[in-house]
């Protein structure tokens, strides 16, 4: 199973901003959708957004909308997301996953490839 791996967690205040990253070693998200999940202390992972393998089409859970941007560069080998206007609830674990199916997903079943997660703290 291939291991991704994210970066860019942190301490934030409020209203700040943070933007995670995804690569998948050695390897590019060519053949791939990325998502991203999170998951607060003693619940599952929600969906938070993802990337299609066009690289254009996006999904968002409707709680990040107009918050957060999921991207990915042209050679299909970092995943982003932008994530602004932080909020303390947004304090939580971010996973980057992969998937090999075709357009976007929020089903964390169909995500075959994760990262360990990085942890994003806001405070108040």
């Known amino acids: 199973q291939v291991a991704l791996e994210e970066s860019g967690g942190g301490l934030v205040q409020a209203g700040g901003s943070l933007r995670l990253s995804c690569t998948a070693p050695?390897?590019?998200?060519?053949?791939?959708?990325v998502g991203w999940f999170r998951r607060a202390p003693g619940k599952g992972r929600e969906f938070v957004a993802s990337?299609?393998?066009?690289?254009?089409?996006?999904d968002y859970a409707d709680s990040v909308k107009g918050r957060f941007t999921i991207s990915i560069d042209n050679d299909r080998i970092t995943a982003y997301l932008q994530m602004n206007s932080l909020k303390v609830e947004h304090t939580e674990v971010y996973y980057c996953?992969?998937?090999?199916?075709?357009?976007?997903?929020?089903?964390?079943?169909?995500?075959?490839?994760w990262g360990q997660g990085t942890q994003v703290t806001v405070s108040s």
């Open positions: 996953a992969a998937s090999k199916l075709w357009d976007c997903t929020q089903e964390v079943d169909e995500f075959g490839f």
């Open positions: 050695g390897r590019t998200f060519r053949s791939n959708i």
């Open positions: 990337v299609g393998r066009n690289g254009i089409s996006t």
